[in-house]
């Protein structure tokens, strides 16, 4: 096959762009099958040309990276920046994770929102989110990159408010937004600290630059780096901006899946691989990196081991596995922790679709304690459900196994000096994520059935009685399903016999890395298979207190509950944090704006400005009408001073216009 | 010559203007007025200009102060008496008129040198004469301004005759 | 004599019939006085004018003052027939009591 030219780069996140245009203009003209055809269109022909460059880039003898650039965009002196597109290997596992499961969501909304009003609006802007989150993977300049950056919060914004009538979807919207915000504020430090340090934001210069000066270290770059995990953390929704990511569950399910499971969230850990060489500069940074890390992932296991909704559940999951992600980059492992970017992708995308599907099946139904024993009535739901199930649990050899694994091991190994600590964090978050994964299970597809059949769904549609979903939406399940387990294949390690393709495909952008790591790798191999088989006895301990509590001896989650009402209290209300950020941050900013913006600069100048024209007027207006006095002798005398003041001006002002 | 022409017409005429301010009766206030107009006559008389002199005689003095005079009598107007006035004219009118007075003889009096003597009877040197000069001029390059203030006059009778035309 | 006038003295003189005609112009009450007091602040420019066209030896200044002559006459007639218009509706030529013009 013909190499693919480096042209149709382009191409990629344009057609996704073209079809928004089309969607979003004439979508409301256009029949269902016509908007449903260009977005499907548009999005499966982007990913015919990212397969065709996976062929091109690994055929022997490829370049290990294809660029390609346009004119200038921004030119001053001792600055600039261009529209280019690069592609290394980095890119392109992301571009197929982007485009391969944004097809299959795409295939699947057809189905899901088939219903819905503003079907068009939703395709369009699931398209434009297509198109920033390719400009984002595929940008060559932090500019660039920024710009797909914020495009894909925009786009986040509009989808999770996309039932827009409904007051905490539209909240939601917001706040995913405004959080996403003070992300963006550090990212855009980072990028002014770049400019005024490197004088240039492209990643091949900048990352050169400091390649060539092997003794910098610290100091500006870990100020760049720690506002650049900032800028992440808010993406990724890690501690202390994840909070937007549970309420994104408000948005369709689809949405869930795309946005806030596979692509957007993963942007952060993308930026943070991207730029590794900048952050291995930088040991504290990284330190923090892997400390957000694995605080996320444990905190907000606990939150989601008792939550109700399904969603929530998997959206807390969400958080504490780009917590894991996040604890890879942390420990220098860089690849491992993309590995488990793309495994996570394909189950957590799974799992929300499958989530959607035993939703739509249920007309409409969320709350978990109204689900139970589905599985016999829609099968291929549940088949599917638990490949995600076990893949997230971290049991052999599904894919989330030797990712999960990968990452643990390495924290064991790596230098950092809380390793060992930050490794029995990720462990026992693994049992908790093993633990309320299975909790989900069971309590959805086991046990006896506690759903009634509602006249009307959430949405107002007639009910339909439990059944299996259309094909259109089991489609994208199974290959998912298939995903989930054939998917961490690509990354078996050494010890267990594989050859860890993975890690070799992503050794030419991660070079650096992986010499660091070179030495460690080689000798333990034992350790190595210890390590797996302790995580897999943990995966193993959380199932079984999952069947305990949910499947054998139903109730006694309850009972516990019961007892330890304080502990149940704080991690139902998720640690009380959304009231604390309110009380602390949201009130005074409230109030301080009230006080300032409304009183002082509204009321007082603003305001203040337009009474005082409007009094003045009046003033001078009373003031001068007493001139008119119809009295000829005041006229006269008025007439006389103004005669006076005239030849003074003309006498003595004559220096005043000659100027 | 001169100078002494000046000051004793000078002097008349100020005292006119003075007596016009300070008189009660309108009458009185007319005629010196009356005096002040021909004491101005011989002061353009002095400076040559005759025909000037002579048309202030024949039409200011002669003719608008007696409308003027005719008018007082037909309107029989009396003394003046005391109403409470504006206080806008004495407060801003007379310091108004006392700048202009100040600033006028202080331009005048800084271009003092500037301005140069004045020459008894002229600056013709009995070459032409000065109302062949003024004719020369009104009836050749002003021919339309002149013209046009014969209509001017014409409008001023018109309008003059209906204003005071008694009510029908 | 052979002393001279100079001509800053003739302008003087006539700035000061103009203030005396401006003060007159506020200080009397009646209308035919304040009239007059107008046509004397006439007169001074006039003097101004005549003084300056022998000054500059030129006649442009006399042809001024003439041209000033001609319209004084036409306003002293449209003038005092307005006031004896207003005198036949007011009965008073106190210029004090004619106000209807007043805000």
Same mark, same amino acid.
Request: glycine share 8%; net charge neutral; hydrophobic share 60%.
């Given at each position: 096959m013909s190499p693919m030219p480096s042209s149709y780069l382009w191409l990629i996140p344009l057609l996704p762009f073209a079809g928004f245009l089309i969607n979003g203009t004439l979508g409301r003209k256009l029949p269902r099958a016509a908007v449903t055809a260009v977005a499907l269109l548009f999005t499966a022909i982007p990913a015919a040309i990212v397969a065709w460059l996976w062929i091109t880039m690994?055929?022997?003898?490829?370049? *290990?990276?294809?660029?390609?650039?346009?004119?200038?965009?921004?030119?001053?002196?001792?600055?600039?920046?261009?529209?280019?597109?690069?592609?290394?290997?980095?890119?392109?596992?992301?571009?197929?994770?982007?485009?391969?499961?944004?097809?299959?969501?795409?295939?699947?909304?057809?189905?899901?929102?088939?219903?819905?009003?503003?079907?068009?609006?939703?395709?369009?802007?699931?398209?434009?989110?297509?198109?920033?989150? %390719?400009?984002?993977?595929?940008? *060559?300049?932090?500019?660039?990159?920024?710009?797909?950056?914020?495009g894909v919060g925009l786009a986040s914004y509009l989808l999770i408010g996309f039932y827009f009538k409904k007051d905490s979807a539209a909240n939601a919207g917001k706040k995913a937004f405004i959080v996403n915000?003070?992300?963006?504020?550090?990212?855009?430090?980072?990028?002014?600290?770049?400019?005024?340090?490197?004088?240039?934001?492209?990643?091949?210069?900048?990352?050169?630059?400091?390649?060539?000066?092997?003794?910098?270290?610290?100091?500006?770059?870990?100020?760049?780096?720690?506002?650049?995990?900032?800028?992440?953390?808010?993406?990724?929704?890690?501690?202390?901006?994840?909070?937007?990511?549970?309420?994104?569950?408000?948005?369709?399910?689809?949405?869930?899946?795309?946005?806030?499971?596979?692509?957007?969230?993963?942007?952060?850990?993308?930026?943070?691989?991207?730029?590794?060489?900048l952050f291995d500069r930088s040991p504290y940074a990284l330190g923090v990196v892997a400390v957000i890390g694995a605080a996320t992932a444990i905190f907000a296991a606990s939150i989601g081991m008792v939550q109700?909704?399904?969603?929530?559940? %998997?959206?807390?999951?969400?958080?504490s596995q780009l917590g894991y992600m996040f604890l890879a980059c942390g420990v220098g492992a860089y690849a491992?922790?993309?590995?488990?970017?793309?495994?996570?992708?394909?189950?957590?995308?799974?799992?929300? %679709?499958?989530?959607?599907?035993?939703?739509?099946?249920?007309?409409?139904?969320?709350?978990?304690?109204?689900?139970?024993?589905?599985?016999?009535?829609?099968?291929?739901?549940?088949?599917?459900?638990?490949?995600?199930?076990?893949?997230?649990?971290?049991?052999?050899?599904?894919?989330?196994?030797?990712?999960?694994?990968?990452?643990?091991?390495?924290?064991?190994?790596?230098?950092?000096?809380?390793?060992?600590? %930050?490794?029995?964090?990720?462990?026992?978050?693994?049992?908790?994520?093993?633990?309320?994964?299975?909790r989900l299970w069971f309590k959805t597809f086991f046990g006896p059935e506690k759903f009634k059949t509602a006249d009307k769904d959430e949405h107002g549609h007639a009910a339909h009685g439990v059944h299996e979903s259309p094909w259109i939406m089991l489609f994208p399940l199974v290959v998912l399903a298939i995903l989930s387990v054939i998917g961490g294949w690509v990354g078996i390690p050494a010890a267990l016999g594989g050859h860890n393709e993975i890690e070799h495909f992503l050794d030419p952008v991660f070079a650096n890395a992986s010499t660091a790591e070179a030495a460690t790798v080689v000798v333990s191999h034992g350790l190595e298979l210890t390590l797996a088989a302790i995580s897999l006895l943990t995966?193993?301990?959380?199932?079984?207190?999952?069947?305990?509590?949910?499947?054998?001896?139903?109730?006694?989650?309850?009972?516990?509950?019961?007892?330890?009402?304080?502990?149940?209290?704080?991690?139902?209300?998720?640690?009380?944090?959304? *009231?604390?950020?309110?009380?602390f941050i949201v009130t005074p900013l409230l109030m301080f704006t009230r006080l300032i913006l409304e009183l002082l600069v509204e009321n007082g100048v603003v305001g203040g400005s337009g009474q005082a024209a409007g009094a003045s007027a009046k003033g001078i207006g009373s003031l001068t009408r007493r001139i008119q006095s119809g009295n000829i002798r005041s006229y006269a005398g008025w007439l006389a001073f103004g005669a006076a003041a005239v030849l003074l001006v003309m006498i003595f002002g004559r220096s005043l216009w000659t100027r | 010559m001169q100078l002494a022409l000046f000051i004793i017409f000078g002097a008349l005429a100020v005292a006119g203007a003075l007596n016009l301010l300070l008189q009660r009766h309108p009458i009185n206030s007319a005629l010196s007025l009356v005096v002040v107009m021909m004491s101005l006559a011989?002061?353009?008389?002095?400076?040559?200009?005759?025909?000037?002199?002579?048309?202030?005689?024949?039409?200011?003095?002669?003719?608008?102060?007696?409308f003027f005079v005719f008018v007082i009598m037909l309107l029989n107007a009396g003394e003046e008496e005391r109403t409470e006035g504006s206080r806008a004219a004495y407060f801003v009118g007379f310091p108004g008129a006392a700048a202009i007075f100040c600033l006028l003889s202080f331009v005048f009096l800084s271009e003092r040198k500037a301005l140069g003597v004045a020459n008894i009877g002229g600056y013709l040197n009995h070459l032409t004469s000065n109302i062949s000069e003024l004719s020369t001029v009104l009836f050749t390059r002003l021919l339309l301004p002149f013209e046009v203030t014969s209509v001017l006059i014409l409008v001023a009778i018109l309008g003059a005759v209906v204003l005071a035309r008694k009510e029908q | 004599m052979s002393a001279q006038v100079p001509?800053?003295?003739?302008?003087?003189?006539?700035?000061?019939?103009?203030?005396?005609?401006?003060?007159?112009?506020?200080?009397?009450?009646?209308?035919?006085?304040?009239?007059?007091?107008? *046509?004397?602040?006439?007169?001074?420019?006039?003097?101004?004018?005549?003084?300056?066209?022998?000054?500059?030896?030129?006649?442009?200044?006399?042809?001024?003052?003439?041209?000033?002559?001609?319209?004084?006459?036409?306003?002293?007639?449209?003038?005092?027939?307005?006031?004896?218009?207003?005198?036949?509706?007011r009965q008073t030529l106190n210029v004090d009591q004619i106000d209807l013009m007043k805000l």
């Open positions: 690994k055929a022997a003898g490829a370049p *290990e990276v294809i660029g390609v650039i346009s004119q200038p965009w921004i030119t001053i002196t001792g600055f600039q920046v261009d529209f280019a597109f690069t592609v290394d290997h980095l890119t392109l596992i992301m571009l197929g994770v982007v485009t391969g499961v944004g097809f299959l969501i795409h295939l699947y909304s057809a189905g899901y929102m088939a219903h819905e009003e503003g079907y068009w609006r939703f395709f369009a802007y699931l398209n434009l989110f297509m198109f920033f989150m %390719l400009v984002l993977v595929l940008a *060559e300049s932090f500019l660039l990159l920024f710009v797909g950056w914020e915000r003070i992300g963006d504020f550090g990212f855009l430090l980072a990028m002014f600290l770049l400019v005024e340090h490197f004088g240039n934001l492209n990643f091949t210069e900048v990352f050169s630059a400091i390649s060539a000066n092997p003794d910098w270290h610290g100091g500006i770059l870990t100020a760049i780096a720690l506002l650049l995990v900032l800028g992440a953390a808010g993406k990724s929704a890690q501690i202390p901006l994840y909070v937007w990511l549970p309420d994104a569950m408000e948005g369709p399910t689809p949405v869930s899946a795309l946005i806030h499971a596979a692509t957007m969230v993963t942007a952060g850990i993308y930026m943070v691989a991207r730029c590794h060489v109700h909704d399904i969603k929530r559940v %998997l959206a807390y999951s969400t958080v491992a922790g993309i590995f488990h970017l793309l495994t996570h992708a394909f189950f957590k995308a799974l799992l929300f %679709l499958a989530a959607g599907s035993v939703i739509h099946a249920l007309s409409g139904e969320q709350d978990m304690r109204r689900m139970g024993g589905l599985r016999k009535r829609i099968p291929i739901t549940f088949w599917t459900m638990s490949a995600g199930v076990f893949a997230i649990a971290g049991i052999w050899p599904f894919a989330g196994f030797f990712s999960k694994d990968e990452i643990l091991y390495r924290t064991f190994t790596s230098d950092d000096p809380i390793g060992k600590l %930050l490794w029995a964090v990720g462990l026992i978050t693994a049992g908790m994520t093993s633990f309320y994964m299975f995966a193993g301990i959380g199932f079984f207190f999952a069947y305990v509590f949910y499947y054998s001896k139903r109730g006694t989650a309850n009972a516990i509950a019961h007892k330890s009402k304080p502990l149940y209290n704080l991690l139902a209300n998720k640690f009380y944090v959304d *009231e604390i950020y309110n009380t | 011989v002061l353009y008389w002095s400076l040559g200009a005759e025909f000037l002199a002579a048309a202030q005689v024949i039409v200011y003095s002669g003719a608008i102060m007696v | 001509i800053a003295a003739y302008l003087i003189l006539a700035a000061v019939l103009f203030s005396i005609g401006v003060a007159a112009f506020l200080i009397k009450r009646n209308l035919i006085t304040i009239f007059m007091s107008i *046509e004397l602040m006439l007169n001074a420019v006039n003097l101004t004018f005549v003084a300056f066209a022998h000054m500059w030896h030129q006649v442009s200044g006399q042809i001024f003052v003439f041209f000033v002559m001609v319209v004084a006459a036409a306003e002293a007639a449209v003038g005092l027939a307005i006031i004896i218009a207003i005198f036949r509706t």
